[in-house]
Protein backbone atom coordinates (compact mmCIF):
# COMPACT_ATOMS: atom_id res chain seq x y z
CA UNK A 1 0.00 0.00 0.00
CA UNK A 2 1.10 3.85 -0.58
CA UNK A 3 1.39 6.81 1.76
CA UNK A 4 -1.90 7.88 3.20
CA UNK A 5 -2.60 11.02 2.12
CA UNK A 6 -3.24 13.60 4.62
CA UNK A 7 -6.53 16.26 4.61
CA UNK A 8 -3.88 18.97 4.62
CA UNK A 9 -2.45 17.29 1.47
CA UNK A 10 -5.71 17.49 -0.12
CA UNK A 11 -6.15 21.10 0.48
CA UNK A 12 -3.29 22.13 -0.83
CA UNK A 13 -3.74 20.39 -3.62
CA UNK A 14 -7.51 21.60 -4.62
CA UNK A 15 -7.84 25.09 -3.97
CA UNK A 16 -6.11 25.95 -6.44
CA UNK A 17 -8.23 23.85 -9.31
CA UNK A 18 -11.42 25.39 -7.97
CA UNK A 19 -9.94 28.60 -8.30
CA UNK A 20 -9.21 27.81 -11.81
CA UNK A 21 -12.46 25.86 -12.64
CA UNK A 22 -14.29 29.18 -11.30
CA UNK A 23 -12.45 31.39 -13.61
CA UNK A 24 -13.27 29.49 -16.58
CA UNK A 25 -16.60 29.55 -15.74
CA UNK A 26 -16.91 33.49 -15.73
CA UNK A 27 -14.98 33.11 -18.67
CA UNK A 28 -17.59 31.35 -20.88
CA UNK A 29 -20.58 33.21 -19.21
CA UNK A 30 -18.73 36.42 -20.54
CA UNK A 31 -17.58 34.78 -23.59
CA UNK A 32 -21.80 33.65 -24.18
CA UNK A 33 -22.95 36.97 -23.22
CA UNK A 34 -20.21 38.75 -25.46
CA UNK A 35 -21.46 36.06 -28.50
CA UNK A 36 -25.10 36.78 -27.68
CA UNK A 37 -24.48 40.39 -27.72
CA UNK A 38 -22.55 39.74 -31.25
CA UNK A 39 -25.18 38.01 -32.45
CA UNK A 40 -27.84 40.67 -31.83
CA UNK A 41 -25.99 43.50 -33.65
CA UNK A 42 -25.49 41.27 -36.37
CA UNK A 43 -28.66 40.83 -36.73
CA UNK A 44 -29.93 44.07 -36.15
CA UNK A 45 -27.17 45.10 -38.63
CA UNK A 46 -28.87 42.67 -41.08
CA UNK A 47 -32.13 43.96 -40.27
CA UNK A 48 -30.37 47.46 -40.95
CA UNK A 49 -28.73 46.75 -44.49
CA UNK A 50 -31.95 45.17 -45.43
CA UNK A 51 -33.28 48.39 -45.03
CA UNK A 52 -31.06 50.56 -46.27
CA UNK A 53 -31.29 48.31 -49.45
CA UNK A 54 -34.55 48.51 -49.99
CA UNK A 55 -34.39 52.38 -49.22
CA UNK A 56 -31.34 51.85 -52.12
CA UNK A 57 -33.45 50.38 -54.72
CA UNK A 58 -36.33 53.06 -54.41
CA UNK A 59 -33.92 56.11 -54.59
CA UNK A 60 -32.32 54.36 -57.66
CA UNK A 61 -35.61 53.98 -59.18
CA UNK A 62 -36.37 57.67 -58.08
CA UNK A 63 -33.80 58.55 -59.56
CA UNK A 64 -33.61 56.88 -62.88
CA UNK A 65 -37.16 58.22 -63.23
CA UNK A 66 -35.93 61.48 -62.90
CA UNK A 67 -32.94 61.24 -65.68
CA UNK A 68 -36.21 60.25 -67.56
CA UNK A 69 -38.34 63.55 -66.91
CA UNK A 70 -35.12 65.45 -67.40
CA UNK A 71 -34.87 63.89 -70.43
CA UNK A 72 -38.29 64.58 -71.26
CA UNK A 73 -37.65 68.56 -70.07
CA UNK A 74 -34.54 68.45 -72.33
CA UNK A 75 -36.43 67.10 -75.68
CA UNK A 76 -39.06 69.46 -75.31
CA UNK A 77 -36.93 72.18 -75.04
CA UNK A 78 -34.80 71.51 -78.23
CA UNK A 79 -37.86 71.39 -80.07
CA UNK A 80 -38.91 74.95 -78.77
CA UNK A 81 -35.10 75.94 -79.87
CA UNK A 82 -35.83 74.41 -83.04
CA UNK A 83 -39.45 76.19 -84.05
CA UNK A 84 -37.81 79.19 -82.97
CA UNK A 85 -35.02 79.49 -85.34
CA UNK A 86 -37.27 77.70 -87.89
CA UNK A 87 -39.10 80.62 -87.63
CA UNK A 88 -36.53 83.38 -87.24
CA UNK A 89 -35.07 81.42 -90.71
CA UNK A 90 -38.04 81.64 -92.38
CA UNK A 91 -38.61 85.57 -91.37
CA UNK A 92 -34.90 85.86 -92.65
CA UNK A 93 -35.86 84.14 -95.85
CA UNK A 94 -39.07 86.27 -96.45
CA UNK A 95 -37.61 89.59 -95.58
CA UNK A 96 -34.49 88.11 -98.47
CA UNK A 97 -37.20 87.20 -100.90
CA UNK A 98 -39.30 90.86 -101.28
CA UNK A 99 -35.45 92.27 -101.27
CA UNK A 100 -34.78 89.96 -103.96
CA UNK A 101 -37.91 90.93 -105.80
CA UNK A 102 -37.87 94.37 -104.90
CA UNK A 103 -34.39 94.77 -106.64
CA UNK A 104 -35.60 92.63 -109.83
CA UNK A 105 -38.26 94.91 -110.28
CA UNK A 106 -36.67 97.98 -110.01
CA UNK A 107 -34.15 96.20 -112.85
CA UNK A 108 -36.94 95.55 -115.42
CA UNK A 109 -38.31 99.47 -114.75
CA UNK A 110 -34.86 100.59 -115.57
CA UNK A 111 -34.78 98.30 -118.70
CA UNK A 112 -38.80 99.30 -119.70
CA UNK A 113 -37.29 102.90 -119.25
CA UNK A 114 -34.12 102.56 -121.34
CA UNK A 115 -36.46 100.68 -123.68
CA UNK A 116 -38.86 103.62 -124.13
CA UNK A 117 -36.39 106.16 -124.26
CA UNK A 118 -34.36 104.48 -127.06
CA UNK A 119 -37.16 103.91 -129.09
CA UNK A 120 -38.22 107.79 -128.12
CA UNK A 121 -34.33 108.92 -128.92
CA UNK A 122 -34.06 107.04 -132.53
CA UNK A 123 -37.84 108.54 -133.66
CA UNK A 124 -36.77 111.72 -132.68
CA UNK A 125 -33.50 111.04 -134.77
CA UNK A 126 -35.03 109.82 -137.71
CA UNK A 127 -37.94 113.13 -137.37
CA UNK A 128 -34.97 115.34 -136.96
CA UNK A 129 -32.79 113.75 -139.89
CA UNK A 130 -36.10 114.11 -142.28
CA UNK A 131 -36.62 117.87 -141.29
CA UNK A 132 -33.09 118.29 -142.11
CA UNK A 133 -33.51 116.38 -145.59
CA UNK A 134 -36.71 118.22 -146.28
CA UNK A 135 -35.31 121.50 -145.86
CA UNK A 136 -32.19 120.48 -148.11
CA UNK A 137 -34.24 119.38 -150.48
CA UNK A 138 -36.12 122.69 -149.98
CA UNK A 139 -33.45 124.85 -150.38
CA UNK A 140 -32.15 122.80 -153.81
CA UNK A 141 -35.56 123.49 -155.19
CA UNK A 142 -35.71 126.89 -154.56
CA UNK A 143 -32.16 127.24 -155.79
CA UNK A 144 -33.83 125.37 -158.88
CA UNK A 145 -36.41 127.61 -158.66
CA UNK A 146 -34.40 130.95 -159.16
CA UNK A 147 -31.92 128.96 -161.77
CA UNK A 148 -34.88 128.55 -163.73
CA UNK A 149 -36.23 131.93 -162.76
CA UNK A 150 -33.03 133.55 -163.77
CA UNK A 151 -32.58 131.48 -167.00
CA UNK A 152 -35.96 132.73 -168.12
CA UNK A 153 -35.35 135.71 -167.84
CA UNK A 154 -32.25 135.94 -169.49
CA UNK A 155 -33.79 134.38 -172.13
CA UNK A 156 -36.51 137.26 -172.12
CA UNK A 157 -33.54 139.47 -171.99
CA UNK A 158 -31.96 138.25 -174.74
CA UNK A 159 -35.03 138.18 -177.16
CA UNK A 160 -35.65 141.99 -176.31
CA UNK A 161 -32.28 142.90 -177.26
CA UNK A 162 -32.79 140.91 -180.57
CA UNK A 163 -35.91 142.56 -180.84
CA UNK A 164 -34.50 146.42 -180.53
CA UNK A 165 -31.74 145.52 -183.35
CA UNK A 166 -34.60 144.60 -185.77
CA UNK A 167 -36.45 147.53 -184.90
CA UNK A 168 -34.09 149.72 -185.01
CA UNK A 169 -32.85 148.41 -188.42
CA UNK A 170 -29.40 146.90 -187.71
CA UNK A 171 -28.90 144.56 -190.48
CA UNK A 172 -25.38 143.47 -192.06
CA UNK A 173 -22.60 142.56 -190.03
CA UNK A 174 -23.13 145.30 -187.20
CA UNK A 175 -26.21 142.96 -186.59
CA UNK A 176 -24.37 139.51 -186.60
CA UNK A 177 -22.24 141.09 -183.61
CA UNK A 178 -24.50 142.19 -181.65
CA UNK A 179 -26.45 139.10 -181.97
CA UNK A 180 -23.73 137.34 -181.88
CA UNK A 181 -22.24 138.99 -178.61
CA UNK A 182 -26.20 138.59 -176.97
CA UNK A 183 -25.88 135.22 -177.74
CA UNK A 184 -22.41 134.61 -176.29
CA UNK A 185 -23.65 136.96 -172.73
CA UNK A 186 -27.02 134.46 -172.66
CA UNK A 187 -25.05 130.93 -173.39
CA UNK A 188 -22.54 132.36 -170.80
CA UNK A 189 -24.84 133.26 -167.84
CA UNK A 190 -27.14 129.69 -168.99
CA UNK A 191 -23.43 127.95 -168.14
CA UNK A 192 -22.86 129.77 -165.06
CA UNK A 193 -26.44 129.27 -163.99
CA UNK A 194 -25.77 125.12 -164.81
CA UNK A 195 -22.86 125.02 -162.75
CA UNK A 196 -24.41 126.66 -159.65
CA UNK A 197 -26.84 123.76 -159.92
CA UNK A 198 -24.47 121.36 -160.35
CA UNK A 199 -22.73 122.50 -157.42
CA UNK A 200 -26.06 122.96 -155.44
CA UNK A 201 -26.73 119.28 -156.30
CA UNK A 202 -23.01 117.96 -155.16
CA UNK A 203 -24.00 120.07 -151.63
CA UNK A 204 -27.20 118.84 -151.49
CA UNK A 205 -26.59 115.31 -151.60
CA UNK A 206 -23.04 115.83 -149.41
CA UNK A 207 -25.66 117.45 -146.89
CA UNK A 208 -28.47 114.56 -146.79
CA UNK A 209 -25.41 111.83 -146.18
CA UNK A 210 -23.85 113.94 -143.94
CA UNK A 211 -27.29 113.81 -142.29
CA UNK A 212 -27.64 110.00 -142.62
CA UNK A 213 -24.36 109.76 -140.86
CA UNK A 214 -25.45 112.15 -138.02
CA UNK A 215 -28.74 110.25 -137.99
CA UNK A 216 -26.31 106.74 -137.98
CA UNK A 217 -24.41 108.47 -135.05
CA UNK A 218 -27.13 109.73 -132.60
CA UNK A 219 -28.42 106.22 -133.06
CA UNK A 220 -25.45 104.40 -131.91
CA UNK A 221 -25.24 106.51 -129.09
CA UNK A 222 -28.64 106.04 -128.02
CA UNK A 223 -28.15 102.18 -128.29
CA UNK A 224 -24.69 102.53 -126.60
CA UNK A 225 -27.15 103.86 -123.55
CA UNK A 226 -29.32 101.22 -123.73
CA UNK A 227 -29.57 99.12 -120.72
CA UNK A 228 -29.45 95.15 -121.25
CA UNK A 229 -32.27 93.02 -120.52
CA UNK A 230 -31.76 92.16 -116.86
CA UNK A 231 -31.25 88.76 -115.98
CA UNK A 232 -33.64 86.86 -113.55
CA UNK A 233 -31.94 87.19 -110.14
CA UNK A 234 -31.54 84.01 -108.13
CA UNK A 235 -33.65 83.40 -105.33
CA UNK A 236 -32.37 83.01 -101.77
CA UNK A 237 -31.89 79.61 -100.69
CA UNK A 238 -34.98 78.51 -98.73
CA UNK A 239 -34.25 77.76 -95.14
CA UNK A 240 -33.69 73.86 -94.09
CA UNK A 241 -35.61 72.73 -90.61
CA UNK A 242 -33.31 73.03 -87.82
CA UNK A 243 -32.96 69.25 -87.06
CA UNK A 244 -33.56 68.34 -83.09
CA UNK A 245 -34.15 65.14 -81.19
CA UNK A 246 -37.13 64.06 -79.99
CA UNK A 247 -37.50 62.36 -76.46
CA UNK A 248 -37.56 58.40 -77.61
CA UNK A 249 -34.65 59.53 -79.80
CA UNK A 250 -32.75 60.27 -76.52
CA UNK A 251 -31.15 57.29 -74.76
CA UNK A 252 -32.57 56.80 -71.57
CA UNK A 253 -31.09 55.33 -68.50
CA UNK A 254 -31.71 51.52 -68.77
CA UNK A 255 -33.57 49.92 -66.42
CA UNK A 256 -32.21 48.61 -62.74
CA UNK A 257 -30.38 45.54 -62.67
CA UNK A 258 -30.26 43.67 -59.46
CA UNK A 259 -26.62 43.96 -59.57
CA UNK A 260 -27.00 47.49 -59.43
CA UNK A 261 -28.35 47.14 -55.77
CA UNK A 262 -24.79 45.06 -54.84
CA UNK A 263 -25.25 42.04 -53.42
CA UNK A 264 -27.73 40.72 -50.89
CA UNK A 265 -27.08 41.23 -47.14
CA UNK A 266 -25.88 38.26 -45.32
CA UNK A 267 -25.57 37.65 -41.36
CA UNK A 268 -21.97 39.39 -40.68
CA UNK A 269 -21.56 41.27 -43.78
CA UNK A 270 -20.81 44.67 -44.22
CA UNK A 271 -22.34 46.02 -47.10
CA UNK A 272 -22.68 49.55 -48.65
CA UNK A 273 -25.25 49.64 -51.12
CA UNK A 274 -24.77 53.68 -51.62
CA UNK A 275 -21.78 52.20 -53.92
CA UNK A 276 -24.13 50.76 -56.57
CA UNK A 277 -26.00 53.44 -55.99
CA UNK A 278 -23.19 55.46 -56.84
CA UNK A 279 -21.96 53.31 -59.81
CA UNK A 280 -25.61 53.41 -61.46
CA UNK A 281 -26.01 57.00 -61.85
CA UNK A 282 -22.17 57.85 -62.54
CA UNK A 283 -23.03 55.96 -65.80
CA UNK A 284 -26.28 57.16 -66.73
CA UNK A 285 -25.11 61.19 -65.85
CA UNK A 286 -22.76 60.98 -68.30
CA UNK A 287 -25.14 59.67 -70.98
CA UNK A 288 -27.34 62.14 -70.30
CA UNK A 289 -24.83 65.31 -70.32
CA UNK A 290 -23.36 63.72 -73.75
CA UNK A 291 -26.81 63.61 -75.16
CA UNK A 292 -27.86 67.02 -74.34
CA UNK A 293 -24.36 68.44 -75.30
CA UNK A 294 -24.67 66.95 -78.35
CA UNK A 295 -28.07 68.16 -78.88
CA UNK A 296 -26.89 72.14 -77.88
CA UNK A 297 -23.89 71.67 -80.70
CA UNK A 298 -26.50 70.80 -83.33
CA UNK A 299 -28.12 73.83 -82.68
CA UNK A 300 -24.84 76.16 -82.66
Keep these: ?????????????????????AGTLLGLDAANEAAASSEIASNRQLVQDRKVRAMQEQQLRADRLHLIEG??????????IAAHKDAVNISLYKNRLAIRNREQKSLNNQYYKSEFLYDRQTDFNT?????????????LEEINSEAAFNIQKQRID???????MRAKGVSGRSAG??????????GMQTAALNESLEGAGRNTRALLKEISNDEYSANLSAFAQK????????DPVRPIATPFMTFEEYQKPREIMPFDLGPEPILGA?????????????????GLASSVGNAFAEFA
Design 127 to 139: HSANVARESAWRE
Design 270 to 286: FTTPSQASAAFLGKALP
Design 177 to 186: KSAQAAAASF
Design 1 to 21: MGDPVTLGQVAAVGIPAVGQL
Design 71 to 80: IRIQADQDRR
Design 158 to 164: YLQAEGQ
Design 227 to 234: MLKPEPLP
